[in-house]
């Protein structure tokens, strides 16, 4: 059974530019979730998907951040416009079921570097 | 504010000893914690996981403790095999979901 895959795995930006990342959860994942780990900090939700809908996006950022998740099945995050500080490893994980205590698969990351 | 803490961000370990991790953790709605392992350049790996119903769980080599009046959990690698040196990340998430709050990381290496 296929993991938690991420693309692109590395991708390198000029500030100003944009950027999308993909994540397709494992088959039968309904929640989906995004985090990232900036400069080597902890790593911090961003938000969370049942299915198509978002039930939790109070870990983005700020609004240069766009998350997707048409048809419940993969998810896109764009950065637009990115900015330095955006820098970092987007993590997307998933799960089965939404409660406490269910293991979260995750991906193995996008690098992202603004320069 | 840190809700999650892990105060070493080093261990070093010889091979064959018990390495021991610690963490931290201040909200008290958290009842579900969990321990993932990280490699370089990859996601994090679930480890192992308890309820704040236990206090302890084993799964081979790894046993998790909580004690939940100190706010404090701690993972026990026994004995350490150098294929464990990575980073571990503590987690904690609270019964309304499954939003992870994720600790600093505790980079574990085991010496031959």
């Known amino acids: 059974e296929a993991g938690v895959t991420q693309f692109p795995s590395h991708s390198v930006i000029e500030k100003g530019q944009t950027v999308t990342l993909r994540c397709d959860p494992i088959?039968?994942?309904?929640?989906l979730y995004w985090y990232r780990r900036v400069m080597g900090k902890e790593i911090k939700f961003l938000l969370h998907?049942?299915?198509?809908?978002?039930?939790?996006e109070s870990g983005m950022p700020n609004n240069r951040f766009l998350a997707e998740r048409t048809g419940g099945t993969y998810s896109t995050l764009k950065v637009q416009p990115a900015e330095l500080e955006d820098s970092g490893v987007y993590f997307c994980?998933?799960?089965?079921?939404?409660?406490?205590?269910?293991?979260?698969?995750f991906g193995e990351g996008s690098w992202l570097t603004v320069v | 504010d840190q809700q999650v803490k892990q105060n070493s961000p080093s261990l070093s370990v010889q091979e064959g000893r018990i390495s021991i991790l610690n963490c931290d953790y201040t909200?008290?709605?958290?009842?579900?914690f969990l321990w993932y392992k990280k490699y370089p350049a990859e996601g994090p790996t679930f480890l192992i996981s308890i309820s704040s119903i236990k206090d302890k769980n084993e799964d081979g080599r790894f046993t998790v403790f909580l004690n939940k009046s100190a706010k404090h959990l701690s993972l026990h690698i026994v004995p350490s095999q150098p294929g464990d040196s990575a980073v571990y990340f503590c987690a904690a998430s609270a019964y309304a979901g499954n939003m992870l709050t994720f600790g600093g990381g505790t980079r574990l290496m085991v010496k031959p």
């Open positions: 994980a998933s799960s089965q079921t939404f409660i406490s205590g269910n293991t979260i698969y």
């Open positions: 909200n008290s709605m958290f009842d579900y």
């Open positions: 998907f049942v299915k198509e809908s978002k039930q939790d």
């Open positions: 088959s039968g994942h309904d929640n």
